[in-house]
């Protein structure tokens, strides 16, 4: 059984400059369709999630936030992009809390690590693994064209991460397919054009295929091109939302959204 809530919202234009969408052509009164429905209801992690539909059909996306409770910069970036978006066309699915549960205690997972869940089991005692599978099958159903999972880390990139490809280092992009596919290159060139240089930039970044990790699953189980996004827990939180969002936006612009939001300056 699923719970619907329907959220019709509407917004002057004047409100809303197009951060990477050409939105000049557009102009009077926004109308945007958002729909929030749940997964996992009746169950102790039930999971709201927001669908976007533009006015004109186009490619689908899923934003998840939240895998590890306590990276809280994934979920404020998603809460803002739930608060602040115009979807002109295409669709978008915004998870802001997938793991729910850690989320409100702040820990980044209650029994095991959710992110190291999957493909999951709709049986297991452990609700990490029910929600895993659940989540699969949430991502099966809506067939997105991507996905992209925020994620925070406490190792900063360098040139030395190279040596030690299998762990998570702030301001990278993960990808568990090799050689790079050029949505991803182009995405993290062009993300790094509206971020200062230094620190602050994003790198690709390989990581092996692991069969428990949700990213893996989605490119592997489903053919679903999905990228891991990972900023650095050392940056202020205000700059870390900053950052998550200008990759979330960009990974919009990319894959063929057309959309409007506030502009993200440094």
């Not at 069969?211 to 700059?239: C, M």
């Amino acid at each position: 059984m699923k719970k619907i809530i329907i959220i019709f919202l509407f917004s002057v234009s004047s409100l809303y400059c197009g951060f990477f969408s050409d939105t000049s052509s557009y102009s009077g009164k926004l109308y945007n369709f958002v729909k929030v429905d749940y997964f996992g209801v009746h169950d102790e992690y039930e999971t709201p999630y927001f669908v976007f539909m533009g006015k004109k059909p186009g490619p689908v996306m899923i934003l998840d936030g939240g895998i590890h409770g306590d990276e809280i910069a994934s979920y404020m970036a998603c809460d803002s992009i739930v608060k602040y978006l115009n979807l002109l066309e295409g669709t978008l699915i915004v998870i802001p809390r997938t793991n729910i549960k850690a989320c409100n205690i702040n820990q980044r997972l209650v029994n095991i690590d959710f992110n190291h869940a999957f493909p999951g089991d709709l049986t297991s005692d452990v609700y990490e693994l029910r929600l895993a599978y659940e989540f699969m099958w949430l991502v099966d159903s809506l067939k997105p064209d991507l996905i992209i999972n925020l994620h925070e880390a406490w190792t900063k990139w360098s040139p030395e991460a190279l040596t030690d490809p299998d762990k998570a280092y702030g301001q990278i992009v993960i990808s568990c397919v090799k050689p790079f596919e050029d949505l991803l290159v182009r995405a993290v060139d062009n993300m790094n054009k509206n971020i200062p240089e230094g620190d602050f930039r994003f790198h690709t970044h390989y990581y092996s295929v692991r069969e428990y990790s949700s990213l893996d699953n989605f490119v592997l189980k489903f053919g679903i091109k999905s990228y891991t996004v990972e900023t650095y827990r050392g940056f202020e939180i205000e700059d870390r939302v900053k950052l998550q969002l200008v990759a979330a936006l960009q990974f919009m612009e990319e894959i063929g959204l057309r959309f409007q939001y506030p502009a993200v300056s440094f």
